[in-house]
C-alpha cells in the first residue's frame, strides 16, 4: 500500500468507525485494513471489527467514492459535475438499501450495514473468497468460462423475476434519501439518439437512414420506460461482478434503478458497452444466456416463452447499447478513454467498437432484420478501414 493510500485508508477507516459507532450505539473498533481496489476516484478496503464484534461481522467492506464514472462521462469538475457525483452516491446507497430488502436468496450483491452521505461511504458486509469474473474470464478453461457466463445470466434473471412490480418501493426509498429523481443513463441515451448519426458522418463518412435512427429513437426508451421493468445494477462491467461459494455478485450501483430488464442481458451480449471491457462471445454461448436468462424470467413474463418476441426484444437493447457505447467512445474524449482503459479486460476502441457493431449485425440478421444487419456491418467495416486499413 502507497503512503497516499496509507493516508486515504486510514481517514476511510476513522469514518467508517465514527459511522459505525453512531449506527451501533456502542464503540466500534476496526483494524488491519487490506485494499480490495484504489483509483482516483474510489477506496474499498476489507477491514477487520475488533470492538463490537457481537452485533457486526468479524469483518467488512468499506468503500468511500471520492468521484463517479458520472464525472467522466460528463462535465468533470464544473457545478453541475459536482452535483451529479453526488446524485450518484445517493443513488448507490438507495440502491444498495433495496437490495438488502430482498430475500437473502435473492440479493444481488452485498448487504448494507451503513452509509455517509456526507463523506460518502458504504459499509457493507464482506461477500468473502470471490474470484473477480474478469478474471475467469481470461481462463484457458472453455467450460469454466461458458459455466460462470450461464451463471451470470441465472443471477440476473433471478435479480429481475424478484424485483418485478417492487418499483414502488424503491420510490419510496429514492423519496426517503431525497435522491434526484432524474436517471443520468436515461438521459445519456436521449443524448445519443441524435448525436452519433454525425459522428458516424464525420468519423467514418456513414450515413444513417431515416428508418433506423426512428429505430434507435424506440429503442432508447427502454432505460426510461420498456415492458419488462425490473431493477438493474446497469454497471455489468466485469470488474464489477464476482463468483463466490453462493454464485454470481453484482457491485457498483451507481447506475442503478428500474428499467426494462432486457438491457442487462443484452449489456454481456454486445460485450460490456458501459466501457471498453471486451470478451468475444461465440453465437452458441449467447443462446445459452439468453436461455438461462429466460428460464429464470418467463414466470413473470410469460410472453417471453416467444421465440420472435424475445429475439426482438434482445436486438431491440444491444441495438441501444451499440449506439450508446459508440456515443461515448467514438470521440476523442482522452479523461474518459482513459478512466476505462484501468478496467481489466480493456481493449482499445479500435477492437472494441467494430466487434460491438459486428455482433449486433450478426444477431440482427438471425432476428430477420437483414437492413439493420447490414447496416450494422457497413459500420463495422468502416471502423476497420479506419482504425486498422
Known amino acids: 500500500m502507497t503512503a497516499v493510500l496509507a493516508e486515504r485508508a486510514a ?20 483494524a488491519d485494513p487490506v485494499e480490495l481496489g484504489a483509483g482516483r476516484r474510489t477506496v474499498v478496503l476489507r477491514v477487520r471489527v475488533v470492538e463490537n464484534t457481537y452485533s457486526l461481522p468479524r469483518t467488512v467492506i468499506l468503500k468511500q467514492i471520492n468521484g463517479s464514472a458520472y464525472e467522466v462521462l460528463n462535465r468533470g469538475t464544473d457545478a453541475r459535475g459536482a452535483s451529479v457525483l453526488a446524485s450518484a452516491f445517493v443513488r448507490e446507497a438507495v440502491c444498495y438499501q433495496f437490495a438488502t430488502s430482498l430475500a437473502p436468496a435473492n440479493r444481488p450483491g452485498p448487504e448494507l450495514l451503513a452509509h455517509d452521505v456526507e463523506s460518502r461511504l458504504l459499509v457493507l458486509s464482506d461477500l468473502g ?9 481470461r481462463t484457458a478453461d472453455e467450460n469454466a468460462v461458458t459455466n460462470v457466463l ?13 424485483t418485478v412490480g417492487r418499483e414502488d418501493d424503491f420510490i419510496a426509498l429514492a423519496r426517503r434519501a431525497d435522491m434526484d429523481r432524474h436517471d443520468e443513463l436515461a438521459e445519456q441515451a436521449e443524448a445519443s439518439v441524435h448525436a452519433v448519426a454525425p459522428l458516424l458522418r464525420q468519423q467514418i463518412g456513414i450515413e444513417v437512414p431515416s428508418d433506423i435512427l426512428a429505430m434507435v429513437e424506440r429503442c432508447s426508451l427502454l432505460f426510461a420506460g ?3 421493468r425490473a431493477f438493474s445494477p446497469s454497471d455489468l462491467c466485469p470488474d464489477n461482478i464476482i463468483v463466490n461459494g453462493e454464485g ?9 434503478g428500474f428499467r426494462d430488464a432486457t438491457l442487462d442481458i ?16 461465440s453465437a452458441d454461448r449467447a443462446r ?25 426484444k434482445i436486438l431491440d437493447a444491444q441495438l441501444i447499447w451499440v449506439w450508446l457505447s459508440t456515443f461515448w467512445y467514438l470521440p476523442d474524449n482522452n479523461p474518459r478513454l482513459a478512466e476505462v482503459r484501468e478496467h481489466g479486460l480493456s481493449v482499445r476502441r479500435s477492437v472494441a467498437l467494430p466487434r460491438r457493431w459486428r455482433s449486433l449485425a450478426t444477431f440482427a440478421a438471425r432476428v430477420g432484420e437483414e437492413k439493420l444487419a447490414a447496416f450494422a456491418d457497413t459500420v463495422a467495416d468502416a471502423f476497420d478501414a479506419k482504425w486498422v486499413g
Not at 443484452?266 to 471486451?278: H, I, K, N, Q
Request: charged share 20%; hydrophobic share 50%; proline share 2%.
Open 129 to 137: 473468497d470471490e474470484r473477480q469474473m474478469t478474471s475467469l474470464l
Open 266 to 281: 443484452a449489456e454481456t451480449l454486445v460485450s460490456f458497452p458501459g466501457c471498453l471491457c471486451d470478451y468475444n462471445l
Open 248 to 256: 454470481v455478485r453484482f457491485l457498483d450501483y451507481e447506475w442503478g
Open 226 to 228: 420498456g415492458r419488462l
Open 11 to 30: 481517514e476511510v477507516l476513522a469514518a467508517a468507525q465514527q459511522l459505525l459507532t453512531k449506527r451501533m450505539g456502542s464503540t466500534v473498533k476496526l
Open 288 to 312: 445459452w444466456m439468453i436461455e438461462a436468462w429466460r428460464a429464470e424470467v418467463v414466470g413473470m413474463w410469460p410472453q417471453l416463452a416467444d421465440d420472435n418476441l424475445l429475439r426482438r
Open 150 to 162: 450461464m451463471a451470470q445470466a441465472q443471477a440476473l434473471g433471478r435479480m429481475h423475476a424478484a
